[in-house]
Antibody, heavy 121, light 107 residues
Framework: EVQLLESGGGLVQPGGSLRLSCAAS????????MSWVRQAPGKGLQWVSS????????YYADSVKGRFTISRDSSKNTLYLQMSSLRAEDTAVYFC??????????????WGQGTLVTVSS | DIQMTQSPSTLSASVGDRVTISCRAS??????LAWYQQKPGKAPKLLIY???SLKSGVPSRFSGSGSGTEFTLTISSLQPDDFATYYC?????????FGGGTKVEMK
């Protein structure tokens, strides 16, 4: 069974940094693209970032470009999202999600349970 | 960027009703569209990909149709477990984008 387990969320001050992790199991992690999608409280879904299976291609929403970095470690079956210069508008539940193939421009299935990031002073 | 517009934003329906949710893309996305179901406090779940392909294990009362810029998610006979929020998502090009969501609530 495919499982994705996010961690690393919490309360951080504006301008601060945080690193999210997503531990993957139940599939060959290195063969599939992965993504982060967020959902602000009471709002809809917003794609944040994706990384190809090899890690050689990364993609970002304009709202996080230059502040967030996606990466993966296939030896640890873990996806990361390094977030810096955090703003109040980054407050959201962050989900990691698996793509069906190596390329990142695809649908998401499954999703992790999410981790809450709160940016507030 | 490709904008995805869902309608209606809220839909009131009863068990057994046929429900239709629309999703419009601001430019052609061929059939590169997925539909998700999300319940409060839970992660979204994939229902349909490639506009009309039903994910294995998803009840057959769910169906998707459309191509180009106009898409539809249909629930043929609404069941109690189907009250939730539904999102469309295009994966034709980056940035990947979602519709604003349609909440299906009990009438």
């Amino acid at each position: 069974e495919v499982q994705l387990l996010e961690s690393g969320g919490g309360l951080v001050q504006p301008g601060g940094s945080l690193r999210l992790s997503c531990a993957a199991s139940g599939f060959t992690f290195s063969s599939y693209a992965m993504s982060w999608v967020r959902q602000a409280p009471g709002k809809g879904l917003q794609w944040v970032s994706s990384i190809s299976a090899s890690g050689g291609s990364t993609y970002y929403a304009d709202s996080v470009k230059g502040r967030f970095t996606i990466s993966r470690d296939s030896s640890k079956n873990t996806l990361y999202l390094q977030m810096s210069s955090l703003r109040a508008e980054d407050t959201a539940v962050y989900f990691c999600a698996k793509s069906p193939v190596a390329a990142a421009d695809n649908w998401f299935d499954p999703w992790g349970q999410g981790t809450l990031v709160t940016v507030s002073s | 960027d490709i904008q995805m517009t869902q309608s209606p934003s809220t839909l009131s329906a009863s068990v057994g009703d046929r429900v239709t949710i629309s999703c419009r893309a601001s430019q052609s996305i061929s059939s590169w569209l997925a539909w998700y179901q999300q319940k409060p406090g839970k992660a979204p779940k994939l229902l349909i990909y490639k506009a009309s392909s039903l994910k294995s294990g998803v009840p057959s009362r769910f169906s998707g149709s459309g191509s180009g810029t106009e898409f539809t998610l249909t629930i043929s006979s609404l069941q109690p477990d189907d009250f939730a929020t539904y999102y469309c998502q295009q994966y034709n090009s980056f940035p990947l984008t979602f519709g604003g969501g349609t909440k299906v609530e009990m009438k």
